[in-house]
């Protein structure tokens, strides 16, 4: 049976075949998608709360980061989506969350990237530098899923992926993460633009080499960012999650066995320290 709940689609659970290819495509390409994971209403409850979120974020000192011009960074506590317990316990999300990091994976990440309008082509990067498990063992130890909170197209700046690249080890990368120029002639012929639409997700290695591109209309395009590891990956010392206790008494055991955050009386807004620093100026060439 499928389940149904405020996400508000009856979603079948993957089978056994497409969780394995799920973890392939993922082990290849560095990414898969998937259409129609959530539907459009719970995606505008989802985009509604994102934009408070934002404009509380970018009201106070150290709210929001900066990503490049016009392009932000804001990360949040799970009780601030009414949708959380929908988006950590979607039945696909959490089939291939354990395909590929095991049972026991931990959620690290709730966050959200905003490019506005006028924002400008990234830098090729990754999310953070190779894992020694990763480089040695060819093993990922972490998973980004992405949600968007619109209808995305070419004009609004998506999201560019250069597919297989998360295995790409370099002494010449800076901090671990960007690649020289030089060799933005082999991620440009690689490069794959994602235009998802309301209710598609993601799933994808934050070391697969990416970016975002410019923005030439006059609307913002959101993006949920929800970040798992695998056991002792580390990733949760660069975010700083918390719920009440209020909150974590009506979350399922389920999605409790893999957040191992602080339980508090009451929620502190984040001071964002998740900052990349080589994303701060953007970069001018396409």
Not at 5 to 17: C, D, I, S, W
Not at 158 to 178: K, L, N, R, V, Y
Request: proline content about 7%.
């Amino acid at each position: 049976m499928g389940s149904t709940g405020e996400a508000g689609t009856v979603v079948e659970p993957l089978t056994a075949a497409k969780v394995d290819a799920a973890k392939e495509q993922i082990y290849g390409d560095g990414i898969v998608g998937f259409k129609g994971a959530f539907s459009r209403d719970w995606v505008r409850r989802l985009g509604e709360d994102v934009d408070i979120a934002f404009r509380e974020a970018r009201a106070r000192p150290g709210g929001a980061v900066g990503r490049g011009p016009q392009r932000y960074y804001v990360e949040i506590h799970p009780e601030q989506l009414r949708g959380f317990a929908d988006l950590a316990g979607h039945p696909w999300i959490t089939a291939v969350a354990e395909a590929v990091l095991g049972p026991q994976y931990e959620i690290v990440e709730v966050g959200f990237d905003v490019p506005l309008p006028g924002a400008e082509y990234q830098p090729w990067h990754r999310d953070f530098p190779m894992p020694e498990e990763t480089r040695s063992e060819r093993r990922l130890t972490s998973l980004a899923i992405n949600v968007t909170t619109v209808d995305t197209t070419d004009e609004m700046g998506p999201f560019e992926i250069a597919p297989g690249t998360q295995w790409d080890d370099s002494d010449e990368f800076e901090h671990g993460m960007f690649p020289p120029k030089e060799h933005y002639d082999r991620y440009r012929q690689r490069a794959v633009r994602k235009y998802p639409q309301m209710g598609d997700i993601s799933i994808r290695s934050a070391l697969t080499i990416h970016r975002g591109t410019k923005n030439r209309s006059q609307l913002s395009r959101p993006v949920l960012v929800f970040g798992l590891d695998a056991p002792g990956a580390g990733n949760a010392e660069r975010h700083d999650l918390a719920v009440t206790k209020g909150y974590w008494a009506t979350l399922p055991q389920s999605i409790r066995d893999h957040l191992h955050c602080p339980i508090v009386d009451e929620l502190i807004p984040i001071n964002q320290k998740h900052t990349i620093e080589g994303l701060v100026m953007g970069d001018a060439e396409s």
